[in-house]
């Protein structure tokens, strides 16, 4: 099914692939309505910084992917903040440099960060110094924090490893990982949402598990 175009608020479908500017997206969700909203934005500071020269064809995908830089991104916080029921949960992936260099602060409130998970891709990548082999998945929850009858699921690892599927996209996550998030702090009907949703792997997840999905990405 071809992702549906929109331009504007009332043209985007629940629980279809969406082509179109996440920030608009948000815009149009109602407040505190949403459970979970899954974040990958794609950093412009990283493919500044890492020019190694032999990243090949992935990475050239991946710079070709429209780039956010940290204000641009603090704008999507802003709307996720805004859209995130009392106690709902955003899941932000960062990569090493990002999390050094910026950390949560700048894009959430630091208050807002309750865990981190690590995601071990089980593959060496690069690096100017140690080999790149992860990413950071960074957990916040909009005030009030709590876990008891909020994470019903104890028994997630802070270190997951998964393979990467990058023949679904340059940019994909684990599906297996964002699966047990997502059953750990929502229910059947509740709403997820993913501005960036790139491969569109939570829709395929929400499909899954009985819950409402709206997403977009800027690219078909």
Same mark, same amino acid.
């Given at each position: 099914?071809?992702?549906?175009? $929109?331009?504007?608020?009332?043209?985007? &479908?629940?629980? =279809?692939?969406?082509? *179109?500017?996440?920030? %608009?997206?948000?815009?149009?969700?109602?407040? @505190?309505?949403?459970?979970?909203?899954? $974040? /990958?934005?794609?950093?412009?500071?990283?493919?500044?910084?890492?020019k190694y020269g032999n990243e090949g064809s992935r990475?050239?995908?991946?710079? @070709?992917?429209?780039?956010?830089?940290?204000?641009?991104?603090?704008?999507?916080?802003?709307?996720?903040?805004?859209?995130?029921?009392?106690? #709902?949960?955003?899941?932000?992936?960062?990569?090493? $440099?990002?999390?050094?260099?910026?950390?949560a602060a700048p894009i959430f409130p630091l208050a807002?960060?309750? /865990?981190?998970?690590?995601?071990?891709?089980?593959?060496?990548?690069?690096?100017?110094?140690?080999?790149?082999?992860?990413?950071?998945?960074?957990?916040?929850?909009?005030?009030?924090?709590?876990? %008891? #009858?909020?994470?019903?699921?104890?028994?997630?690892?802070?270190?997951?490893?998964?393979?990467?599927?990058?023949?679904?996209?340059?940019?994909?996550?684990?599906?297996?990982?964002?699966?047990?998030?997502?059953? =750990?702090?929502?229910?059947?009907?509740?709403?997820?949402? @993913?501005?960036?949703?790139? *491969?569109?792997?939570?829709?395929?997840?929400?499909?899954?598990?009985?819950? &409402? $999905?709206?997403?977009?990405?800027?690219?078909?």
């Amino acid at each position: 099914m071809a992702p549906a175009s $929109f331009k504007g608020k009332r043209n985007v &479908k629940v629980n =279809a692939k969406n082509t *179109g500017d996440g920030l %608009k997206m948000l815009k149009s969700i109602k407040t @505190d309505s949403t459970a979970l909203v899954f $974040f /990958d934005p794609q950093y412009r500071a990283i493919m500044d910084k890492m020019k190694y020269g032999n990243e090949g064809s992935r990475q050239r995908q991946r710079f @070709d992917m429209p780039q956010m830089t940290i204000p641009q991104i603090r704008k999507f916080a802003v709307e996720i903040a805004r859209v995130l029921q009392p106690s #709902g949960h955003v899941v932000m992936w960062m990569d090493k $440099f990002v999390l050094c260099t910026y950390g949560a602060a700048p894009i959430f409130p630091l208050a807002w960060t309750v /865990d981190l998970v690590i995601w071990d891709k089980m593959r060496i990548g690069m690096g100017y110094r140690t080999c790149r082999r992860g990413e950071y998945v960074l957990i916040c929850q909009k005030p009030p924090q709590r876990a %008891k #009858g909020i994470w019903i699921d104890r028994g997630i690892p802070d270190v997951w490893p998964e393979k990467k599927n990058s023949e679904e996209h340059p940019h994909s996550k684990p599906h297996d990982l964002q699966k047990r998030i997502l059953l =750990a702090v929502t229910s059947p009907g509740n709403l997820v949402v @993913d501005p960036c949703a790139g *491969g569109y792997g939570v829709l395929k997840i929400c499909k899954e598990t009985g819950r &409402k $999905f709206m997403g977009c990405d800027v690219s078909e």
